[in-house]
């Protein structure tokens, strides 16, 4: 992804004369976690390149933090934007994944990611969790308003694919959710490790987000961020069916 992010950025020449204008550089970070064990910086003009790897993307923060990486000053930086396709779906822990790339991102930063899914136990007990877990895999909406940032989710086919939108807010990510077991994972749902961690939610679970019609087609989010989106000319006017969650 970050190969083509630098061949795309690099063929619009708007982008070029801007970071002339401005003396800027633009620093891409793609993270390949195990699979990459290649050149880890590459530059190009006014471009840097970084491919990480070798490493469980679950530990991101500590390792972003390793000596290794001190020469790349990580631990001190924040990112504009972060961008997920396809591998929250696989990880054991998307959420404490979730937690360490939100905290990742400058304020006002954007996140795009797709394919969601954690456990989440409702009934405080181990052996309810075994009984619920399927019925209760996918609670992303709510996770996603407990953040207390601007969003917007397109879920697909009955939830089982999503694709989401998340500026940062000047706030720290506390979600209300301790960590509980690991579960095994039915071969039919898209979760790649086929071992998932359980949840302990905290909270009462929001009767909105229960009552709402998520199909296929719908957007479903804080208006604000659709609006400015709109506004912006990101998106087409009623492109499709939205679903406004009111703001806290």
């Known amino acids: 992804m970050g190969?083509?992010?630098?061949?795309?950025?690099?063929?619009?020449?708007?982008?070029?004369?801007?970071?002339?204008?401005?003396?800027?550089?633009?620093?891409?970070?793609?993270v390949r976690?195990?699979?990459?064990?290649?050149?880890?910086?590459?530059?190009?003009?006014?471009?840097?390149?970084?491919?990480?790897?070798?490493?469980?993307?679950?530990?991101?923060?500590?390792?972003?933090?390793?000596?290794?990486?001190?020469?790349?000053?990580?631990?001190?930086?924040?990112?504009?934007?972060?961008?997920?396709?396809y591998c929250f779906q696989h990880l054991v822990d998307p959420l404490g994944t979730f937690v360490q790339v939100h905290s990742l991102l400058k304020n006002d930063g954007w996140l795009f990611f797709t394919n969601f899914f954690f456990g989440v136990d409702v009934s405080l007990t181990e052996d309810s969790l075994s009984i619920n877990f399927s019925k209760r895999l996918d609670h992303t909406l709510e996770m996603l308003d407990y953040t207390d940032?601007?969003?917007?989710?397109?879920?697909?086919?009955?939830?089982?694919?999503?694709?989401?939108?998340?500026?940062?807010?000047?706030?720290?990510?506390?979600?209300?959710?301790?960590?509980?077991?690991?579960?095994?994972?039915?071969?039919?749902?898209?979760?790649?490790?086929?071992?998932?961690?359980?949840f302990h939610h905290q909270k009462e679970f929001s009767k909105v987000f229960q009552r709402q019609d998520l199909s296929r087609g719908s957007i479903v989010g804080k208006l604000e961020l659709y609006e400015w989106l709109q506004n912006n000319k990101f998106m087409e006017e009623n492109e499709s069916h939205f679903i406004s969650i009111s703001e806290n």
């Open 149 to 198: 940032d601007p969003f917007l989710m397109a879920p697909y086919a009955n939830m089982r694919k999503h694709e989401i939108i998340l500026k940062k807010r000047d706030m720290p990510c506390q979600l209300p959710f301790s960590y509980l077991s690991l579960m095994s994972i039915r071969e039919e749902l898209a979760v790649g490790s086929k071992v998932i961690t359980a």
């Open 33 to 85: 976690a195990e699979i990459n064990l290649g050149e880890i910086f590459i530059q190009s003009g006014r471009f840097n390149r970084y491919e990480f790897g070798s490493f469980n993307v679950e530990n991101i923060i500590t390792e972003f933090s390793d000596a290794k990486f001190s020469s790349f000053n990580l631990n001190e930086k924040k990112m504009n934007m972060i961008v997920s396709r």
């Open 3 to 30: 190969r083509s992010l630098l061949d795309f950025l690099q063929q619009d020449p708007k982008v070029q004369i801007h970071l002339e204008e401005k003396g800027a550089n633009v620093n891409i970070v793609s």
